[in-house]
């Protein structure tokens, strides 16, 4: 092979690698926030039942299952 073709090999490989670095990065950078969100948003879920719908001695689990009708 020519050494043209294996520096522009190694290049790709570089390039390829580093790209990879950088998806996986974001990636879990998205999947982060994500959780976050989702985490916060339970939460808020969380304290709106056991304020306004929880029966007195009621968990919130149990709120929740009454009202979507599950036994």
Do not use: Q, W
């Amino acid at each position: 092979m020519s050494k043209l073709v294996e520096a522009n090999e190694k290049i790709a490989d570089a390039v390829v690698e580093g790209y990879k670095k950088i998806e996986n990065g974001v990636v879990s950078g998205y999947k982060k926030i994500e959780k976050g969100a989702v985490d916060g948003f339970n939460k808020v879920t969380d304290k709106c039942v056991e304020k306004l719908f929880a029966k007195e001695g009621e968990t919130v689990e149990e709120a929740k299952k009454r009202l979507s009708g599950e036994k």
